[in-house]
Structure formats: structure tokens, C-alpha cells
């Protein structure tokens, strides 16, 4: 599986967009970008996922770079409750997820 | 989304006894259920993958005959641990999976083991 890296914190304001970064430059062709975020003492909750094209859906969107070596998730319209380590996972379809570090993303008021 | 739940949300058991943590798919059929623990302040660890009706692969490092897996139907998986030591206190996440291709996992939300 590809190796991800994310910055180990962000900060962001309460109403403004949250924009994580994710590289995975070793991405191969039938790898999937899957992001998962996990409250405090909760278990981890999918977000969306993308092969190549942007995507979107209620929670969020996710934009993949056109060489597929990056990624973003954003959140945009961060809430309190949106506070919590987000992770990008880089997998085929139909694998098992490994985690990473992930991002912690701490929205403040 | 999909909703896997997971019982019980937390336990304490004494040290030696054997304590068994339930995950079920309610909405969907899981061909495929992962067992995860995490430690505090670190990530999840994969402790073993099962599919319906055969035996758990499990990872390096992880006893098969300590953290016994059952996974004997489409939406039930268990996890037993055995003979459980302090050491075993951990937060245990199950997650489940269908059997299409591209298909996201769904987790549970969590079990806090306790060994005292």
C-alpha cells in the first residue's frame, strides 16, 4: 500500500473551510484515497473516498491531484464537533485499511 | 452510512478471566470483519481480518489462541480474550465490510477493555 503523510495538527476557525493535505506520491493506478476521521474515544467514521476524480457528498469534499500524488479533504464549513484525527488511507479496492498518524484537527470558536 | 454495532461499549474484568466483544452489521451483510486495538495516543493496529465461515488471518505479533475470532455468520463477529492481563486493557474497534468491490468500511464505536 501507498505510504501516506499528513501534518500532524492543523488548527482551524468555527464557519471557515478545513483543508487537509495528504501526500502519496507512491500511489499506484488501482489505488483508492479514503478518508476516515475519529472522534475522541469513538470509532473511526468514513468520510469519502476517490480514485481519481473529485468527489463530493454531504460531509465533505475530497480533491485529488491530476498526477493522483496528493490530495485535500475539506470540510467547508468546520463546527466544533468536526474536531478530530483525521485520517487518509491509500489502498486497492477492496483492502485493508492501515492507519497512519492522521491529521489532528482541532476547530476552535 | 452502513451501521456496525458493537457491544459492549466498555468492560472491566479481572485479571485471568476471558471477556467476549460482539460486532454485528445491521444493515448489510458483511462477507468481511477486521478487529483493530488502540493503544492511547496511538493509531489503530489490525489484529486480524475474518471472513464468514473460515478461520481469522490474523498479524504478526498477535496471538491467535489468546484472541480467539468467530465470525460465523454475515453480520456476527466476536472476539474473545483470553486469560486477559493488564496489559491486554486496550480500546478494541471492530469494523465490517460487504462483499462489493470499492466499498468503504464501517466501524463500530469502540470497546474500552479494562484488566484490573
Known amino acids: 500500500d501507498a505510504k501516506t503523510t499528513q501534518p500532524p495538527s492543523m488548527d482551524c476557525a468555527e464557519g471557515r473551510a478545513a483543508n487537509l493535505p495528504c501526500n502519496h506520491s507512491t500511489i499506484s493506478g488501482n489505488e483508492y484515497v479514503y478518508w476516515y476521521r475519529q472522534i475522541h474515544s469513538q470509532g473511526p467514521q468514513y468520510i469519502i473516498h476517490g480514485l481519481k476524480n473529485n468527489e463530493t457528498n454531504e460531509m465533505a469534499s475530497l480533491i485529488i491531484t491530476e498526477d493522483r500524488k496528493s490530495s485535500t479533504l475539506i470540510l467547508p464549513h468546520a463546527t466544533l464537533r468536526d474536531t478530530a484525527v483525521y485520517y487518509c488511507i491509500v489502498v486497492p479496492g477492496y483492502s485493508t485499511l492501515t492507519f497512519g498518524k492522521g491529521t489532528m484537527l482541532l476547530v476552535s470558536p | 452510512g452502513a451501521v456496525v454495532s458493537q457491544h459492549p461499549s466498555w468492560v472491566i474484568c479481572k485479571s485471568g478471566t476471558s471477556v467476549k466483544i460482539e460486532c454485528r452489521s445491521l444493515d448489510f451483510q458483511a462477507t468481511t470483519m477486521f478487529w483493530y486495538r488502540q493503544f492511547p495516543k496511538q493509531s489503530l493496529m489490525l489484529m486480524a481480518t475474518?471472513?464468514?465461515?473460515?478461520?481469522?488471518?490474523?498479524e504478526q505479533g498477535v496471538e491467535k489462541d489468546k484472541f480467539l475470532i468467530n465470525h460465523a455468520s454475515l453480520t456476527l463477529s466476536t472476539l474473545t480474550v483470553t486469560s486477559a492481563h493488564p496489559e491486554d486493557s486496550s480500546f478494541y474497534i471492530c469494523?465490517?465490510?460487504?462483499?462489493?468491490?470499492?466499498?468503504?468500511?464501517?466501524f463500530g464505536q469502540g470497546t474500552r477493555l479494562t484488566v484490573v
Open positions: 475474518s471472513n464468514e465461515g473460515s478461520k481469522a488471518t490474523y
Open positions: 469494523s465490517a465490510r460487504a462483499g462489493d468491490l470499492n466499498t468503504e468500511a464501517f
